[in-house]
C-alpha cells in the first residue's frame, strides 16, 4: 500500500506517538509511508527566520531503524498566527501535489488539517481514514479559534470513511460530534512486549549516573512537559515533603521546563529534582526500570486532557511500575481499579500518594498488575488490525 499520512505537527522532533509506531511497523512490512508535517516548534528556534521552504526528509525513523518513512513539510510563514494560515495553504497544495505524484492508496490523518485532507480524498476517491489520538481543536494555542476548530472537525468526521480513536472515553467524544458509530472504530496504543522488558533493561546504570542510592525513592514522569502537566505542582510537594530520599526524575522537554528548573534552583533541589532533558527512545526502558514508581499528574480539569490515554501509561505499566495518575475521565475508563493505576485527586497529592505506597509495601504488587493489564497490547497485533481497517476502506472505496 502507498499510505499518505498528514498531521499539524511536528513529525521529527515531538516524542514518539502512536501514529510514529503504526507507520514505522508498516513500513518494515514493505508499505510506502509519507507523512506531510507542520514545524509547530518554529518558536523555540536559535535561528529566526520569516520564510521556510517546502523540505524533504527521507528515510526517517524514531523507533526502528531501517523504517523508510519520507516527511515533507511545507514551507511557512513565521509569525503568531499566521503560521497556521500559511500551513493550511501550503498543506493543501503539498496533499494535491503528493496525490499527483505518489497516489497513495489510502490517505490518515490527524488533527485539524485532516479537513484539508479529506476534501482532497473525496475529489479524488481516495480512502480517507480519519485518526484520533486526542481532541486537537482544544489544543489550539488561541483559544477564540477552538469553536472553529470544533466546527471543522466535525465536519471532517462527516467525510471521513473510517475514524479511529485510541480509546473508549475518545470513540464516545467523537461520536457526540456527530461521527457515525458504525465508521468508528477503537484501535488502542500498543507496547513493545521485549524491548519493555522489566528482566532485561538496566535501570542501575540510569540510577548510578544520576548519583540515586538504592535507599532512594524515583517518581519518574517522562514525555512533552506541557504547563498542565501537574510537574511543577510535584515539583513543590517534593520540597516540601520530610522523606530526602525521594526524587524526581523527569525525561522530555517542553512549555514547562524552564519553570522546573526555576523551582530546582529555588527550593535547592540540586540532588532530589533531576531534569534528564529529551532522551532516544531506545534509551526510554531503561530509565522507567530506574524508576520506583510513575507519575501522570497533570491537571484533572484541563479540557485536553479529559477523553486521552497517553501512550507512557502503557509503557510505564509494561515495566511493572505502578501509576499515580490523577483521576482523568479516559484513564479511568480505560484501566478501571486495581489494575496497577493509583488514583488522585490533585498533583499536590502525588508525593503525599508515592510516600504512602512505598511504606505500605505494595509496589511490587501493584506493578505485576500493571504488566498483566498491558501485556495484551502487542504493537504487532495492533498494526495487523490497522493494516486490516486500511485494506478494508481500499477494498469499500473501490466498490463504490
Not at 17 to 42: C, K, P, T
Not at 135 to 145: D, G, M, Q, T
Not at 358 to 363: C, M, P, V, Y
Amino acid at each position: 500500500m502507498k499510505i499518505l499520512i498528514i498531521q499539524n505537527t511536528d513529525w521529527i522532533k515531538r516524542n514518539p506517538a502512536q501514529q510514529h509506531h503504526l507507520a514505522e511497523l508498516l513500513s518494515l512490512r514493505g508499505h510506502q509511508i509519507r507523512v506531510i508535517d507542520f514545524e509547530i516548534l518554529w518558536r523555540a528556534e536559535k535561528k529566526k527566520e520569516l520564510l521556510s521552504k517546502r523540505k524533504i526528509f527521507d528515510n526517517m525513523s524514531k523507533i526502528h531503524p531501517g523504517a523508510g518513512i519520507t516527511v515533507i513539510r511545507p514551507g511557512i510563514i513565521k509569525m503568531p498566527l499566521i503560521d497556521y494560515a500559511s500551513a493550511a495553504f501550503s498543506h493543501f497544495r503539498e496533499i494535491k501535489r503528493q496525490i499527483k505524484e505518489f497516489a497513495p492508496d489510502v490517505i490518515m490523518s490527524l488533527g485539524i488539517f485532516a479537513y484539508l485532507a479529506g476534501k482532497a480524498a473525496k475529489k479524488h476517491n481516495i480512502p480517507f481514514v480519519y485518526y484520533w489520538i486526542d481532541v486537537s481543536y482544544r489544543l489550539i494555542p488561541y483559544k477564540f479559534l477552538q469553536p472553529l476548530g470544533r466546527l471543522i472537525q466535525q465536519r471532517t468526521l462527516k467525510m471521513a470513511d473510517k475514524i479511529l480513536t485510541i480509546n473508549d472515553k475518545l470513540k464516545d467524544h467523537v461520536i457526540k460530534l456527530g461521527a457515525s458509530p458504525d465508521r468508528v472504530q477503537v484501535l488502542r496504543a500498543g507496547i513493545y512486549i521485549n524491548r519493555f522488558n522489566p528482566n532485561t533493561c538496566n535501570g542501575r546504570r540510569v540510577r548510578e549516573f544520576y548519583g540515586i542510592k538504592n535507599n532512594e525513592v524515583v517518581l519518574f514522569f517522562m514525555g512533552w512537559l506541557y504547563n498542565f502537566s501537574g510537574l511543577k505542582e510535584v515539583a513543590l510537594q517534593l520540597a516540601q515533603a520530610k522523606d530526602r530520599n525521594l526524587k524526581l526524575l523527569i525525561v522530555g522537554e517542553g512549555d514547562a521546563y524552564e519553570e522546573l528548573k526555576e523551582i530546582k534552583e529555588k527550593y535547592g533541589l540540586q540532588d532530589r529534582l533531576i531534569l534528564a532533558g529529551k532522551k532516544p527512545y531506545e534509551e526510554i526502558p531503561n530509565f522507567i526500570a530506574a524508576a520506583d514508581i510513575c507519575l501522570l499528574p497533570a491537571y484533572p480539569w484541563e479540557k485536553i486532557m479529559q477523553d486521552i490515554v497517553p501512550i507512557k501509561m502503557y509503557e510505564y505499566m509494561a515495566m511493572k511500575k505502578p501509576v499515580i495518575a490523577t483521576r482523568l475521565p479516559g484513564i479511568v475508563k480505560e484501566f478501571g481499579e486495581g489494575n496497577g493505576v493509583v488514583y488522585i485527586d490533585r498533583p499536590e497529592d502525588a508525593v503525599t500518594k508515592a510516600v504512602e505506597l512505598w511504606e505500605s509495601g505494595k509496589i511490587e504488587e501493584l506493578g505485576s498488575r500493571a504488566r498483566g493489564f498491558v501485556e495484551r497490547y502487542s504493537w504487532d497485533k495492533i498494526t495487523d488490525e490497522f493494516e486490516r481497517i486500511l485494506k478494508e476502506a481500499i477494498k469499500e472505496k473501490q466498490k463504490v
